[in-house]
């Protein structure tokens, strides 16, 4: 069964950093590529981040370009979201998601972790 | 960036009709390889998103043949047919085509 989990959210101070991450398991991990979707709070969608399956293409939506890093291990398994310079606007419900292999679409998503923003 | 807008933004239906949500996307999701990767997801209360159709029409496993997309080019939409309690939630599409990846406002579908 594939399994997405991420961990790492929380309540930081505007100007501070966090680090999220994604475990997966129940597939082979360094065959996928990956994205980071965030939900502000009773808002809809908005795509964050993708890293190819090897690291060797990534993509950032500009309201995080400069700021948010993701990068990957694929021998553990991991995907990592650093987030820097967190802004009040970054609150949200961070979800990380399986793009698969027949189509290009989000598959499969992890049930989020909430980054909370605020002084 | 591409656009996305769905019409209606709500929907109240009865159980066992069915319902059709829009989606127009500002330009073409025809990518170079020929593909066009829209894609819908759906959004039970409190729930991570859950993709039900992608490439348009293609539905993704598990999900009940009531699910159909169709469209071309800018103009897109999904059906339910004879819509059922479990269908309650936001549905949402989505285009892969280009970078950023943008999602439409998301459709609240009700039962009457």
């Known amino acids: 069964e594939v399994q997405l989990v991420e961990s790492g959210g929380g309540l930081v101070q505007p100007g501070g950093s966090l680090r999220l991450s994604c475990t997966a398991s129940g597939f082979t991990f360094s065959r996928y590529t990956m994205n980071w979707v965030r939900q502000a709070p009773g808002k809809g969608l908005e795509w964050v981040s993708y890293?190819?399956?090897?690291?060797?293409?990534?993509y950032y939506a500009d309201s995080v370009k400069g700021r948010f890093t993701v990068s990957r291990d694929n021998a553990k398994n991991s995907l990592y979201l650093q987030m820097n310079s967190l802004r009040d606007e970054d609150t949200a419900v961070y979800y990380c998601a399986r793009v698969n292999s027949f189509g290009y679409a989000f598959d499969y998503w992890g049930q989020g972790t909430l980054v909370t923003v605020s002084s | 960036d591409i656009v996305m807008t769905q019409t209606p933004l709500s929907l109240s239906v009865t159980l066992g009709q069915s319902a059709s949500i829009s989606c127009r996307s500002s330009?073409?999701?025809?990518?170079?390889?020929?593909?066009?990767?829209l894609s819908w997801l759906q959004q039970r209360p409190g729930q991570p998103p859950r993709l039900i159709i992608y490439k348009i029409s293609d539905q993704f496993s598990g999900v009940p043949d009531r699910f159909s997309g169709s469209g071309a080019g800018t103009d897109f939409t999904l059906k339910i047919s004879r819509v059922e309690a479990e269908d309650v939630g936001v549905y949402y599409c989505m285009q892969a085509t280009q970078f950023p990846h943008t999602f439409g406002q998301g459709t609240k579908l009700e039962i009457k």
């Open positions: 890293i190819s399956a090897g690291s060797s293409t990534i």
């Open positions: 330009q073409s999701l025809v990518h170079s390889g020929g593909n066009t990767f």
